[in-house]
T-cell receptor
């Protein structure tokens, strides 16, 4: 049990809509990273949040944005949803900005129709 | 471009046999590698890691081998059990970077 939780578990949206996904980090962890995992592929890094600031970003357009709150929980927001945004969205928390001791949540399955 | 990939997309083994899952990477600047296990409906779970100053590291029933000369990483699972059935990912990280780059994964199926 990693202690990282995500909500909702599943979500269905229509193309063009906006979505917000949530992540609660493991106790004692101040860093949250978000990944997108398309079906049959490995996770791809979206961005990382550390102390409420974005701390690194992968190759994703600006319509992917995030927030981190004082309690280190985090949100991933996606605007203007496209069909290709259908994926499992994973968050991972860690005690620092490095990638060691990074624990993943179970993910949110987003389907865009 | 730089990439992390796997040689085989699927692997089927008999219960009790040893499993070997391979991974190739192309970024010579990568200095930290992790193997993850992902079961259906769950997030990736850390199995074992290795830094580039090592060529072998052992855990409980698992061993990771790193060959920097040919940029190859492997995961060996001893006495494979049905509970080992999952998708296995290798992931790499370069010094100073805060993201892991994952390969496409290998699905391991353990036959009873």
């Amino acid at each position: 049990e990693t202690g990282v939780t995500q909500s909702p578990t599943h979500l269905i949206k229509t193309r063009g809509q906006q979505v917000t996904l949530r992540c609660s980090s493991q106790s004692g962890h101040n860093t949250v990273s978000w990944y997108q995992q398309a079906l049959g592929q490995g996770p791809q890094f979206i961005f990382q949040y550390y102390r409420e600031e974005e701390n690194g970003r992968g190759n994703f357009p600006p319509r992917f944005s995030g927030l981190q709150f004082p309690n280190y929980s985090s949100e991933l927001n996606v605007n203007a949803l496209e069909l290709d945004d259908s994926a499992l969205y994973l968050c991972a928390s860690s005690p620092g900005t490095g990638v060691t001791e990074q624990y993943f949540g179970p993910g949110t399955r987003l389907t865009v129709t | 471009g730089e990439s992390v990939g796997l040689h085989l997309p699927t692997l089927s083994v008999q219960e009790g046999d040893n499993s070997i899952i391979n991974c190739a990477y192309s970024n010579s600047a990568s200095d930290y590698f992790i193997w993850y296990k992902q079961e259906s409906g769950k997030g990736p779970q850390f199995i074992i890691d290795i830094r580039s100053n090592m060529d072998k590291r052992q855990g409980q029933r698992v061993t990771v081998l790193l060959n920097k000369t040919v940029k190859h990483l492997s995961l060996q699972i001893a006495a494979t059990q049905p509970g080992d059935s999952a998708v296995y990912f290798c992931a790499e990280n370069g010094a100073g970077n805060n993201d892991m780059r994952f390969g496409a994964g290998t699905r391991l199926t353990v036959k009873p």
